[in-house]
């Protein structure tokens, strides 16, 4: 189709660090899209710490969209938390 995105088949990871998966496990809880982890960046010591995630979204609707998004979840007192001005579509 003329102007759309053709995803590559992605594999997603096989593993991560504990504290990113525990971290990952946030994004579960959004409503609407579902998302498959495909890359984990790394961490930020900031107020508590960021993870960077690179992830496929898919948004459940009738055409199911893909986009690859980047999400970041800070963690502070044991808590994590979606940084909603972190959460970028990146391409799609």
């Known amino acids: 189709m003329l102007g759309s ?9 096989t593993s991560m660090p504990q504290k990113a998966a525990s971290a990952w496990a ?3 809880e959004i409503v609407g899209a579902d998302y498959k982890p495909l890359l984990y960046c790394g961490r930020q010591l900031v ?3 960021n993870h960077l995630f690179i992830a496929e979204q898919t948004i459940m609707s009738i055409t199911q969209e893909k986009r690859i998004v980047a ?7 044991g ?3 979606i940084v909603p001005d972190k959460f970028h579509v990146i391409f799609g």
Request: glycine fraction near 8%; avoid cysteine; charge should be negative.
């Open 5 to 13: 995105i053709q995803f590559e088949e992605l594999k997603g990871l």
């Open 26 to 28: 946030k994004v579960d």
């Open 47 to 49: 107020r508590g710490t």
């Open 71 to 77: 999400i970041v979840i800070n963690e502070f007192n």
């Open 79 to 81: 808590n994590f938390e």
